[in-house]
């Protein structure tokens, strides 16, 4: 089978909480549940177009957009964005693309959106793939550098922000710094890092992903599985996905390996979903 790259791109003009935002999105058509991916913090919709490359999701209908104050997409008002403000994006996206139901895969950032998102409306969600997205305080070791290293400058905290972050000792960090500057602009950034902070310490994320209806898969990098809560999240029925070679960014790392897990999960999430057994009956 010849796979093409047949990706469609366009602007999508939402007005959120009244401050006017311009997505840039890509999507296909395709017939199936929709997968939706939220990117991460300083990183773009890009993060996942190959996946309409992958013979496993031939024929899928994919929809990922830059979210407010990042990559290509636009916002107004920069100092409104935050965590609730890309759900309420997020929403509108969906809305305005008419996803109903669909599989949700979301990075750090983008993976708290996701909890939020499927916390608010659950029914809506076939499967949840969460990337290192904030189930706990101690994920804030990105967005809690607003507190840490505190400066009164945005463009000066974000320069500080990228050195630090290139000379940490993990896989693809200096790749990932170094483009931080041209993926999310600098207005943009203590919105966002602040609410990250608040929600990972109070609350209570673990508690709503564990109670989310659906299959679900923790992903994280082998770097990372010292994280305290993953035998707490296995024992309470989260499929784990530790990839090889790879700290917060497998999709830098080893995207063949994050590719192939999402995959699998995903087929097997849709295979033994309630909606695909009534269907059999």
């Not at 199936?32 to 899928?60: M, N, W």
């Not at 943009?188 to 209806?213: H, Q, T, W, Y």
């Not at 989260?238 to 497998?250: D, K, Q, R, T, W």
């Amino acid at each position: 089978m010849t796979i093409t790259n047949t990706l469609t791109r366009r602007w999508m003009p939402l007005t959120i909480d009244g401050t006017d935002v311009r997505l840039s999105c890509f999507s296909r058509d395709g017939a199936g549940l929709p997968i939706v991916f939220l990117h991460g913090f300083g990183s773009t919709k890009e993060d996942y177009a190959d996946a309409a490359l992958h013979p496993a999701f031939a024929g899928r209908p994919l929809f990922a957009y830059d979210a407010p104050g990042c990559g290509e997409s636009e916002c107004s008002e920069l100092d409104r964005i935050s965590i609730p403000f890309l759900v309420r994006t997020a929403l509108a996206a969906l809305a305005a693309q008419g996803i109903d139901r669909f599989d949700l895969v979301g990075h750090s950032m983008g993976g708290l959106t996701s909890l939020m998102l499927a916390h608010q409306e659950p029914e809506r969600v076939a499967s949840f793939t969460d990337i290192e997205g904030n189930v706990a305080p101690e994920d804030c070791f990105l967005s809690r550098q607003i507190f840490l290293h505190p400066h009164e400058d945005p463009d000066q905290f974000q320069e500080d922000f990228i050195a630090r972050n290139w000379a940490a000792p993990f896989y693809s960090s200096p790749l990932y710094a170094t483009s931080v500057r041209y993926k999310v602009r600098a207005g943009a950034v203590r919105g966002i890092f602040e609410s990250m902070v608040d929600l990972s310490d109070n609350a209570d994320l673990m508690k709503k992903f564990l109670a989310l209806p659906f299959p679900r898969m923790f992903m994280y990098g082998e770097q990372n599985k010292t994280l305290s809560y993953l035998p707490q999240l296995a024992a309470h029925g989260v499929e784990l996905a530790e990839i090889p070679n790879s700290g917060h960014f497998p999709m830098y790392s080893n995207a063949p390996e994050m590719w192939l897990r999402i995959a699998d999960f995903q087929a097997r999430a849709n295979d033994f979903s309630p909606a695909t057994q009534t269907a059999r009956a």
